[in-house]
């Protein structure tokens, strides 16, 4: 039983859509984050849920390595092979399956994704509202729970898929949840899928939520003197109940590398991006009372956006703060970090860290989903130079020791993939452990993307 005796036989079941071209393997062995290339040994794109199912006992055969591929987005190496074997590409299985207006919900393939979904629902006038920035696929958000800017308004992956089609590691079809809003019946095996990494099987159809396109949309961005007078104006926020649809922060660090990248003219200060979200009173009822509270913490004028042209340039600011940040520095590569604490330490959080890097001489622009006390640092770092580079995963493990002694979590939509791997037991003690018999469980041979997640097997 070996990878390439699974090979061979893939590629009878496939046919040209296994490739093993040393592009196409490359291509997925990257990863956007600090990971070496690490290419599995072939590609398969499968087009339907049977394909893949066949595919998957044929793996389970030769106990070949299988990893799931959306976009390739993740940062943890969720998606890289360190094991070798098949990357299972989904990018042919992008169909939009049933849209039901009545019941306010899509199934989709998993390769769709969230920018083609939300094109598709133009006309019903709904839309799907997990936003985590990157155009990633849906299976592959649902793997990661994947949140991002709407998620103080909206929720999280976990809140929005209502139901999966799996492949099992035994190479069996299963479906989780129901169409219906709410069950009693046994183990929530959708949540145990979302999340899971690819580690328990691979996710080919997903039921998601929809909710109604607002009648009323305004997006604002608004200056600070400093980052702990934006971070406590955002607290004041959500606990006076404020309804907002997003409230995100970018630090000074970012604002520069912004202005350089996209040719804006930001004041290089602290900014909060918003938007509001209902009918047109409810709308300006939000912004007067957020108004007030900026104001009672230094907040400069608003520049107001409303038509959605204005809306969509004002969010590409946040949207594409990786890329201008990286362009500062070209050939340069970066630790892409993730904590969330709860709100009422955010300030103090995203003080600290700030403090550490300052001493530590690192380049480390922060911003985040701050709504739910979520943010991010950009650890920017010469991979030539591997003095700068442990420096820089030094501050890294000190940001999820600030974020676990603050009642929080390692990571708050990054997930953990290999990246965070060492910090899971130190977040879940024992409880991690049963997290690995729960794989063990449903994938004894331990072929679904193998030393992801859950503790290293003996």
């Given at each position: 039983?070996?990878?390439?005796?699974?090979?061979g036989?893939?590629?009878?079941l496939?046919?040209?859509?296994?490739?093993?071209?040393?592009?196409?393997?490359?291509?997925?062995?990257?990863?956007?984050?600090?990971?070496?290339?690490?290419?599995?040994?072939a590609?398969a794109?499968?087009?339907?849920?049977?394909e893949?199912?066949?595919?998957?006992?044929?793996?389970?055969a030769?106990?070949?390595?299988?990893?799931g591929?959306?976009?390739?987005?993740?940062?943890?190496?969720?998606?890289?092979?360190?094991?070798?074997?098949?990357?299972?590409?989904?990018?042919?299985?992008?169909?939009?399956?049933?849209?039901?207006?009545?019941?306010?919900?899509?199934?989709?393939?998993?390769?769709?994704?969230?920018?083609?979904l939300?094109?598709?629902?133009?006309?019903?006038?709904?839309?799907?509202?997990?936003?985590?920035?990157?155009?990633?696929?849906?299976?592959?958000?649902?793997?990661?729970?994947?949140?991002?800017t709407?998620?103080?308004?909206?929720?999280?992956?976990?809140?929005?898929?209502?139901?999966?089609?799996?492949?099992?590691?035994?190479?069996?079809?299963?479906?989780?949840?129901?169409?219906?809003?709410?069950?009693?019946?046994?183990?929530?095996?959708?949540?145990?899928?979302?999340?899971?990494?690819?580690?328990?099987?691979?996710?080919?159809?997903?039921?998601?939520?929809?909710?109604?396109?607002?009648?009323?949309?305004?997006?604002?961005?608004?200056?600070?003197?400093?980052?702990?007078?934006?971070?406590?104006?955002?607290?004041?926020?959500?606990q006076?109940g404020?309804?907002?649809?997003?409230?995100?922060?970018?630090?000074?660090e970012?604002?520069?590398?912004?202005?350089?990248?996209a040719?804006?003219?930001?004041?290089?200060?602290?900014?909060?991006?918003?938007?509001?979200?209902?009918?047109?009173?409810?709308?300006?009822?939000?912004?007067?009372?957020?108004?007030?509270?900026?104001?009672?913490?230094?907040?400069?004028?608003?520049d107001?956006?409303?038509?959605?042209e204005d809306?969509?340039?004002?969010?590409?600011?946040?949207?594409?703060?990786?890329?201008?940040?990286?362009?500062?520095?070209?050939?340069?590569?970066?630790?892409i970090?993730?904590?969330?604490?709860?709100?009422?330490?955010?300030?103090e959080?995203?003080?600290?860290?700030?403090a550490?890097?300052?001493?530590?001489?690192?380049?480390?622009?922060?911003?985040g989903?701050?709504?739910?006390?979520?943010?991010?640092a950009?650890?920017?770092?010469?991979?030539?130079?591997?003095?700068?580079?442990?420096?820089v995963?030094?501050a890294?493990?000190?940001?999820?020791?600030?974020?676990?002694?603050?009642?929080g979590?390692?990571t708050?939509?990054?997930?953990?993939?290999?990246?965070?791997?060492?910090?899971?037991?130190?977040?879940?003690?024992?409880?991690?452990?049963?997290?690995?018999?729960?794989k063990a469980a449903l994938?004894?041979?331990?072929?679904?993307?193998?030393?992801?997640?859950?503790p290293?097997?003996?």
């Open positions: 039983m070996t990878i390439q005796a699974a090979i036989e893939l590629s009878s496939l046919g040209q859509r296994l490739v093993r071209s040393k592009s196409e393997l490359a291509q997925h062995g990257a990863s956007e984050s600090h990971f070496a290339l690490a290419p599995p040994d590609v794109y499968p087009e339907t849920t049977e893949v199912a066949g595919l998957v006992r044929i793996c389970a030769h106990r070949c390595p299988v990893v591929w959306g976009t390739g987005t993740s940062l943890e190496g969720q998606a890289q092979a360190f094991q070798g074997g098949v990357c299972v590409d989904f990018t042919r299985m992008n169909r939009v399956l049933e849209v039901s207006q009545a019941d306010m919900h899509v199934r989709v393939q998993p390769g769709v994704t969230r920018e083609a939300n094109e598709e629902l133009r006309a019903t006038g709904l839309f799907f509202p997990v936003d985590p920035g990157a155009n990633a696929s849906l299976g592959g958000m649902a793997s990661t729970r994947a949140s991002g709407t998620a103080v308004r909206y929720g999280t992956m976990r809140d929005n898929v209502m139901g999966l089609e799996v492949v099992t590691a035994a190479g069996e079809v299963i479906r989780t949840g129901t169409r219906a809003r709410k069950s009693a019946a046994g183990y929530d095996l959708t949540a145990l899928f979302v999340g899971a990494e690819g580690t328990l099987g691979l996710i080919t159809e997903l039921t998601l939520r929809l909710r109604g396109i607002p009648e009323a949309i305004a997006a604002a961005v608004c200056g600070f003197e400093t980052t702990a007078a934006a971070v406590n104006c955002v607290i004041d926020t959500i006076m404020v309804p907002m649809a997003r409230i995100e922060l970018v630090d000074a970012t604002v520069r590398a912004v202005n350089a990248y040719g804006m003219a930001l004041p290089e200060k602290p900014h909060l991006l918003l938007e509001f979200h209902g009918s047109e009173t409810g709308v300006a009822e939000q912004a007067e009372t957020f108004g007030a509270i900026a104001a009672d913490h230094g907040g400069a004028r608003f107001w956006a409303t038509r959605a809306r969509n340039a004002l969010w590409a600011v946040r949207h594409n703060a990786y890329h201008a940040i990286m362009a500062l520095r070209p050939g340069a590569r970066a630790l970090t993730d904590i969330c604490v709860p709100i009422s330490r955010l300030a959080a995203v003080e600290t860290c700030r550490d890097l300052e001493r530590a001489g690192i380049d480390g622009p922060i911003l989903h701050v709504g739910d006390g979520n943010f991010h950009v650890l920017v770092f010469d991979p030539e130079d591997a003095g700068e580079k442990q420096k995963i030094d890294a493990n000190r940001l999820v020791d600030l974020a676990l002694s603050l009642g979590t390692v708050g939509e990054h997930g953990i993939g290999i990246g965070k791997l060492g910090y899971m037991e130190r977040e879940h003690g024992p409880a991690w452990a049963l997290m690995g018999r729960i994938d004894p041979d331990g072929i679904m993307n193998p030393g992801k997640l859950v290293p097997r003996n």
